[in-house]
């Protein structure tokens, strides 16, 4: 034999032997009996009989699960919100308000809201739509009472003038197994609790694809998913899986469908590395009821949200090391689509186990109720690569975690990349910080819509995230507001710090709609720089848009090298205001409401800030702030002063180091207005400012304040 030949038989042996050990490596999970079928037939149903008769058993297989609607229904969870005091408290209602009287006919899944308002304790109002319409002042008699449909209600004895909100889950499907069939008789494990003639009998596959993943976790293995459609009535739960990838034949032919089933769609939990691949995931609630998924409007409890009723997701993560999703579409979920939920580091301190790398790679979110991409922990590296986000009524990402890179995305009609969120002040957020942030070469069309609302910022940091970058992003046709970076006053957060946003291309023209008022980038958190911005609309001057915002009382801002064009205003300079909340002395205080922000441990704390008085909207005078102390957010003033509650202040540093220089503005109808206090190192220095095209533009630079203004080259203006 040549060696030519003797080669070839080589390699086709080693070839065959590299591909049986790939496949003994990965289990199909069709061999676990799941159908992968869309498959569906009416049936009649008998009250406490096992037995169903359907119109025709199709490709029904013994030992396969099936959810049967119309079929059982029941009341699956009943929680009680409150006191309104209390923010998001809930627990189970028990007998203090009772529900009775579901059968199915009002519809296959109702949600009861029961909302009592703070201060009152005779009259209720319910909804049995999430929150669309309220049917209000029911008297509350304190025995059974109708609601509609046959249902009930019954108010126990409680403190109700507190503010309380309770809802009810009702379900009508039996979810249960078939054990035998004989003709179109379907015998199942568990009986039917209601004798219906229409019920519809749906394959079940969530409890063969368990198995199949169980196994692989056990046998250190991986699962292959067939092409097909596999409905779910629950969740695939992936637990403490040392390595494992779980992948579909192809995204668009591999369908995990919970259109009738809750939870996620596959749910990790723990575990080393997991690489979910190549799926199309479906649920229950689109773009249209983003509404209905959102922060009900309630009286009484709060927090109270859609979705926590009706609750579906693609996936989600608990603690798992390391995990990979790559090429899943997700559409029609209620719920974070894409959630992650870890234990993190606190300081030096490192728990045993929680989230290191969360990589989203080629995915999709598309129709979706709420939000895209969600991270409520500090788990950390999480990067969103090359994704798509169109018509998501949520956040298209919002994430309070560490090292996040949002970096190659498409974004169309979704809401705010929501940077921060962290609501704490605890001490260790200041020796290892959260919300670090990369924002990079994405495309924005349109406009942010949240909650089916359109407009808002739909990139944005606050409460608590530092070291944000902002760069090479485009907005393209983009009537709603562009990049902020803010330090929200909340008492319960830290500011934001630290940014840069550079090299992004901004047209904020309206195209298809009326024109919006509109802030293409607004700083007001300190240690920030914008430079080599593009901000315009084409066309004429569009008078509804702000290219560029800058909000005292912040420091150190470097504003540079941006081209701004066609817009109403080119640069504002403003300063942001409170109230007197609380007074402890004559010299010392709490804010109340507005949005002066409260500082960290380690910063200025506001030594020797100028504090600008108002009362009845009139200037009343000034005084030099000694300190102010981040655990009690007390101000303490150098001065003793006749303050009373409500008073309104401001505050301005001696030296902002504010440093706008070699801008191009032009064709804006305002180019630059100062309405700020400025300071002796505020400066504006070697900007063009020409006229162009605004016919309406009569001053170049206009307000008050300390700003000094070097070497402008001014043309066009009289």
Known sequence: MNSPALFNIIALAVCLTLTQAAAAEWLNARDFGVSGSKFETKAATTASSKQITVANVGDFKVGQGVMVSKAN?????????????????????????????????????MVYVLDVPAGQSQTFRWSDDLGRIWHEKTPMTGDWQPLGGGIEVRFGKHDWEAGYTATFIARDQLVTTIEKIEGNTLTLKDAATRTVKDALVRHNDTVALQTAVDRAISEKKHVLVPAGNYRLSGPIIVSNAAAIVIEGQSAPDTVLDLSEGEGSCIQLKGGTDVTIRNFSMVGHMGFDESDRAGLMRTLGGTAVWGFYFKKCNALGISNTERVLVENCHARRMSAECFYSQSRSRVGNSEPKSYTKAITYLRCSVVDCARNAFNNNDYAENTSVLHCRVVDVGGCTWEGASRFVRLIGNYVRNAGTIAMGNIRSRAEHLEQLGSGQHIVADNVFEGRTCYGGHPGGYIVRACDGATQVIVRNNLFVNYNSCGIEIIPNPDPRSLPTSNCAITGNIMDMTAIGEPSRFRTAIHVGSSDAVISDNQVYTRGVCDTNVTA?????????????????????????????????????NPTTFVAGRGKVPMERRQSHRYRDFNLAWFRANKPDGFSIIESFDPETLRFTLKQPRDMKVGDRFEVFAPSANWNLHDNTITGCAQPVSFTGHGSDTSLFRNNLIERGGATNATQAIAGSGRFKLINNHIIGFD
């Open 73 to 109: 229904p029941r009341v699956t969870e009943g929680r009680l919100w409150g006191p309104r005091k209390d923010y998001a408290k809930s627990k189970p209602v028990g007998d203090l308000v009772q529900l009775r009287g579901y059968d199915g006919s009002a519809g296959s899944w």
């Open 548 to 584: 560029i915002c800058l909000t005292e009382p912040a420091i150190n801002l470097a504003v540079h090298d941006n081209l701004l064009r066609n817009c109403g205003t080119g640069i504002v300079g403003e300063i942001a205001s409170s109230v007197v909340g609380e007074i402890v």
